[in-house]
């Protein structure tokens, strides 16, 4: 059974910086799966974050979290970061990371991913 979990959540003051992490169970994440981070704020739609293909070597920002935002991974570990800095109340949000067969980098914010984890609530004060 396929699991992700996301952790790192918190409250935290604009400007400040959080890194928050995925961690699958039940698959390998090498095995050629890309890894995306989607949010959905408080009476919005889910919105595309960032994502990463399985080695790492492709990735795709949006626009509003470009140079503040970074996702990495850790194959062996299974797990996947998102560094997030320069914190404002607009990136307020549940975070989730989810999970796909890689089939290109122009697909990688596609939402269209097959794992999903439960998400972990980040909140930004003003």
């Known amino acids: 059974q396929v699991q992700l979990v996301e952790s790192g959540g918190r409250l935290v003051q604009a400007g400040g910086s959080l890194r928050l992490s995925c961690a699958a169970t039940g698959l390998t994440f090498s095995s050629n799966y890309a890894i995306g981070w989607f949010r959905q704020a408080p009476g919005k739609e889910r919105e595309f974050v960032v994502a990463?293909?399985?080695?790492?070597?492709?990735?795709d920002y949006a626009d509003s979290v470009k140079g503040r935002f970074t996702i990495s991974r850790d194959n062996v570990k299974n797990t996947v970061y998102l560094q997030m800095n320069s914190l404002n109340p607009e990136d307020t949000a549940v975070y989730h990371c989810?999970?796909?067969?890689?089939?290109?980098?122009?697909?990688?914010?596609?939402?269209?991913?097959?794992?999903w984890g439960q998400g972990t609530q980040v909140t930004v004060s003003s």
């Open positions: 989810a999970a796909k067969y890689y089939s290109g980098t122009r697909y990688l914010r596609d939402p269209s991913y097959t794992y």
């Open positions: 990463i293909s399985p080695s790492g070597d492709s990735t």
